[in-house]
């Protein structure tokens, strides 16, 4: 009993240093053949959940392997990477960034090795130019030097005007651009051979919808990505979900907050009143509403006072 | 250009660049410590004595910047009727944020501006000082405490390209009365001028150049040419930069709004005045 004991305190101690080089594996489950989600949690990233908010995802050809957004932290990313290693040894040929938000790329470091391509939407080269230097020092100092500083912004070697298919091997992904929506460089991805679409954070289930790029854009794209043959999709954050069912909750969040903005607009009240008032009906049927949706009110105001 | 100006226009100058690399060279768990305060009345106010400005005007601003790129701010005056001094100038200053001195305002003399709102950038957790200077040639202080946006809020433009879609576009709207305007005949008006106030503190990734800093940094707003408020602004004022004041119209039948940038373009525009009974 006390040699037992003896063993298992001598293998924790032997054993730590072992788990800390050779990665956790990410949780994921395939939800379709050949289609791999982590569904990160519904949280601000910290230093506690390690940046691991955002779904991600990898799709498994014949060939290769294509990784769909890599995580909040590189320490996520080799979790994602291990995750991936675990179940195919394919070579992974592309990570696809769905834009330039730091819970959706900071993981990008873990992969940047050679034979790899990293693929993004025209407009975040610029986008990770202009914010990424900010994102890393704002979140140094919220998720600590330990995890950020390993971070490096890698932007894509393949750019993506309009559209562009990713071939895997016998399984094509259709890459797509939009205009500014959710944020000046959203992507989706779209595996043809499950029907799966991979939104970004051109979807949110759950998770109050962040506008960082236009509303008035955002709204206007909804029945275009309504209309894509998908069956079923994987947001940016939350869960899993039918499609285009999983885009109500979203449609009808947009629609108030434009609504009562247009209002507070006419009225002539001051933008403070939007924060204070604009989707106040939407709070009961959100995770984070508070975090966020006095900053899509005063973005959308300053927005739709030029309309 | 004074000293003050500079300011608006070159970030880091003389004890700001000291500042800053003190912060550097402290790390960033000295950084929350640092106060740069001292260093700005310096550069911006030449040092000169400030005095406690609770009672002369207030700073209004949400605790937490919820959108790094565009916090609103109001300045209010306290003053009041009765007092014989009147506000000349409002300074604001963003402690910690690249270019601190976010904007000086002047206020008419005959216009009685009494309150003026605009948003502006805010990087990350600082103070924001309001300095005005009274009549009476003295400096009054005030400030509160931002706390730093969370999340994947930044500082920069959402939409560039609508951004530079509206450049030069002026617009002027008038409110009904300000609520007190039955017994001061005050009113309320707002000018926004679309312009994408760039920084030009970001690198560009794919050119390796910096983007050159392109804002308003002029901006005079009167009735029948007798000035009402006026801005220096610098790149700490939000894209599109959006000013809403109280004023006491003085009977003229038109408004005027001229602004000017850093390339020298200026955009002017009036607009008819309504009738003050709305």
């Known amino acids: ?307 | 250009m004074t000293a003050a100006a500079r300011l608006l226009r070159v970030p880091l100058s003389g004890v700001l660049l000291i500042g800053v690399l003190l912060i550097v060279s402290f790390a960033s768990a000295k950084a929350e410590d640092y106060d740069p305060w001292p260093g700005l009345v310096q550069d911006i106010f030449n040092n000169r004595p400030m005095n406690d400005g609770a009672e002369v005007l207030a700073i209004e601003m949400p605790a937490r910047a919820e959108d790094a790129s565009l916090v609103p701010v109001t300045l209010r005056s306290k003053l009041s009727p009765a007092d014989t001094r009147r506000i000349k100038t409002i300074t604001l200053v963003i402690d910690k944020n690249p270019a601190p001195m976010a904007a000086k305002f002047t206020l008419g003399q005959d216009a009685n501006v009494t309150a003026i709102s605009t948003r502006v950038r805010v990087n990350s957790y600082t103070d924001v000082h309001a300095v005005a200077e009274l009549s009476d040639g003295q400096l009054y202080v005030t400030k509160v405490y931002v706390k730093a946006s969370g999340g994947c809020s930044a500082p920069a433009a959402k939409n560039p390209e609508e951004a530079q879609a509206h450049i030069g576009q002026l617009r002027y709207r008038q409110f009904t009365q300000a609520s007190d305007g039955a017994t001061s005949g005050a009113r309320e008006a707002q000018v926004m001028v679309g312009h994408p106030n760039n920084s030009g503190l970001q690198m560009d990734q794919v050119t390796q150049l910096y983007i050159p800093a392109f804002f308003i940094d002029d901006l005079k707003l009167s009735q029948d040419g007798s000035l009402v408020l006026a801005m220096e602004g610098g790149i700490s004022i939000s894209e599109d930069p959006n000013i809403r004041f109280t004023y006491v119209p003085n009977g003229a039948k038109h408004f005027e709004a001229e602004a000017k940038d850093t390339q020298g373009h200026v955009f002017q525009h009036e607009w008819p005045v309504e009738s003050s009974g709305s």
Request: charged share 20%; glycine share 8%.
């Open chain 1, 1 to 307: 009993m006390a040699r037992s004991a003896l063993f298992v305190v001598l293998l924790l101690i032997f054993a730590a240093p072992c788990l800390g080089a050779a990665p956790q594996e990410l949780d994921v489950h395939e939800i379709a053949p050949g289609v791999f989600v982590h569904n990160g949690q519904i949280a601000l990233m910290t230093k506690e959940n390690e940046g691991d908010i955002a779904n991600v995802g990898f799709v498994v050809g014949s060939d290769a392997v294509a990784v769909i957004d890599t995580g909040g932290s590189v320490r996520e990313g080799r979790q994602l990477l291990a995750a991936i290693r675990a179940r195919t040894h394919k070579p992974i040929r592309y990570v696809v960034n769905t834009h330039a938000h730091p819970d959706h790329l900071f993981g990008n470091g873990a992969f940047d090795r050679p034979g790899t391509s990293f693929v993004g939407a025209r407009n975040l080269p610029r986008a990770l130019a202009v914010r990424g230097p900010h994102y890393i020092e704002a979140f140094r100092q919220i998720m600590g030097a330990e995890l950020i500083d390993e971070v490096r912004l890698v932007p894509p070697s393949l750019l993506v005007d309009d559209s562009l298919t990713l071939d895997l091997g016998g399984r094509s992904l259709v890459l797509q651009t939009w205009p500014t929506a959710h944020s000046d460089c959203d992507l989706t991805v779209y595996d043809q051979q499950s029907r799966t679409l991979f939104a970004g954070d051109l979807v949110f289930v759950s998770h109050i919808p962040v506008m960082d790029g236009s509303l008035s854009g955002w709204r206007g794209l909804l029945d275009k990505l309504a209309a894509l043959p998908a069956q079923r999709v994987v947001p940016g954050h939350g869960p899993v979900g039918d499609w285009p069912a999983a885009l109500a909750d979203e449609r009808r969040y947009l629609d108030t907050l434009a609504t009562d903005i247009h209002q507070l607009i006419a009225q002539g009240r001051p933008i403070t009143d939007a924060a204070n008032s604009a989707a106040a009906s939407e709070r009961p049927k959100w995770q984070l509403f508070d975090d966020y949706n006095a900053r899509n009110a005063t973005a959308a105001f300053s927005q739709m006072e030029w309309e």
